[in-house]
């Protein structure tokens, strides 16, 4: 990636401390577009028969998106949040504002999965960044897919090397400033 413009799509993290993804979109733009996508398939009935969030769910996501967009503002930036399927809406974003590169929390789940390999599909770079264990996976001292069965395995074998958590990060105190946006409205 090169200091263009980048678009980082906060997921499921919505928090500006100890958020490696956004710490690493900051570090590589030169501007940088702060992105939510309500995705209409969040609020659809599942197969189950249930919807995916409830009123409570929903109150609180607007709640932890507007204290973002409070914690972006005061940095100088601010969170553009769209309507739409991400693999719809951010590729026709990146072509309107030049982006380079979109910037996220990997997140292994499938459905979370086949978001990043449409945006992919549609001919976007899109860099993921794990952030959602205390130890990085490629840092254990076994293959995730030879995780043990019992948390004192687990512990011991982690132990033995001495891998410890990382210390939280704070909040960036300063962001790359947007991109020049004249056709899309800023909430």
Not at 26 to 40: E, F, N
Not at 91 to 120: K, M, N, S, W, Y
């Amino acid at each position: 990636m090169t200091s263009g413009t980048v678009i980082h799509w906060f997921r499921a993290d919505l928090r500006l401390g100890d958020n490696l993804a956004l710490r690493e979109a900051a570090a590589v733009a030169g501007r940088l577009l702060p992105v939510y996508c309500h995705d209409p398939a969040e609020e659809a009935v599942t197969h189950w028969g249930f919807v995916r969030r409830s009123a409570h769910r929903l109150a609180f996501l607007s709640a932890a998106l507007a204290d973002l967009d409070a914690q972006l503002r005061e940095r100088g930036s601010r969170l553009l949040q769209l309507q739409g399927a991400p693999a719809e809406v951010l590729p026709a974003l990146a072509r309107t504002i030049g982006a380079e590169a979109v910037v996220c929390e990997a997140i292994a789940a499938p459905e979370e999965e086949d978001q990043v390999a449409a945006l992919r599909a549609a001919g976007l770079e899109v860099r993921t960044v794990w952030q959602s264990s205390l130890l990085a996976p490629a840092a254990l001292p076994f293959a995730v897919a030879r995780l043990p069965k019992v948390f004192t395995d687990f512990r011991r074998a982690v132990e033995a090397v001495g891998l410890q958590p990382p210390a939280p990060r704070a909040a960036p105190g300063d962001l790359p400033p947007l991109p020049e946006i004249a056709v899309l409205p800023l909430a």
